[in-house]
């Protein structure tokens, strides 16, 4: 359960991040190879919602994928719901780009909105939890409130 005080805190920050590029790079060491797993933001999503929820203590710790996020989601008490609410955490369905398919991850706020991060701009944007219909939310989740 996440008390109100922190929920609000939480919802706050969320709202708050839009156009950070905090969650931009994560660099990891692949052999000798160095590189930036986010790509300058453009896949920066799971990084962003697992960044936001391990500061307030609501999931593990902070990962790069979606799937890495949505177990530790499921493993931290968050339950899959059938309707969004305002803190839940929506998930969409896999979209090709480029060679690539990848899931993508990001916040309900209410009223037909979401935060999650911009593929193109590379950093959290507001937009309509639906993307206009261009993509579909395949899970939601929510962790109850104290």
Same mark, same amino acid.
């Given at each position: 359960?996440?008390?109100?005080?922190?929920?609000?805190?939480?919802?706050?920050?969320?709202?708050?991040?839009?156009?950070?590029?905090?969650?931009?790079?994560?660099?990891?060491?692949?052999?000798?190879?160095?590189?930036?797993?986010?790509?300058?933001?453009? *896949?920066?999503?799971?990084?962003?919602? +697992?960044? %936001?929820?391990?500061?307030? #203590?609501?999931?593990?710790? =902070?990962?790069?994928? !979606?799937?890495?996020?949505?177990?530790?989601?499921?493993?931290?008490?968050?339950?899959?719901?059938?309707?969004?609410?305002?803190?839940?955490?929506?998930?969409?369905?896999?979209? *090709?780009?480029?060679?690539?398919?990848? +899931?993508? %991850?990001?916040?309900?706020? #209410?009223?037909?909105?979401? =935060?999650?991060?911009? !593929?193109?701009?590379?950093?959290?944007?507001?937009?309509?939890?639906?993307?206009?219909?261009?993509?579909?939310?395949?899970?939601?989740?929510?962790?109850?409130?104290?």
């Amino acid at each position: 359960m996440i008390s109100r005080n922190i929920y609000k805190t939480y919802l706050a920050a969320v709202k708050n991040s839009i156009g950070s590029k905090t969650f931009r790079n994560f660099w990891v060491v692949d052999g000798k190879k160095k590189f930036d797993a986010m790509r300058n933001g453009e *896949l920066s999503c799971a990084f962003f919602v +697992s960044g %936001i929820l391990t500061m307030f #203590g609501l999931i593990e710790r =902070i990962h790069g994928t !979606v799937a890495s996020t949505i177990s530790d989601l499921e493993k931290s008490g968050w339950q899959k719901v059938r309707r969004p609410r305002i803190g839940s955490i929506l998930v969409w369905e896999k979209q *090709l780009f480029g060679i690539e398919e990848h +899931s993508h %991850i990001g916040f309900y706020i #209410g009223g037909s909105r979401a =935060i999650s991060n911009n !593929v193109r701009k590379g950093f959290p944007a507001r937009h309509n939890w639906q993307f206009d219909g261009k993509r579909k939310v395949i899970a939601i989740y929510w962790k109850e409130i104290k």
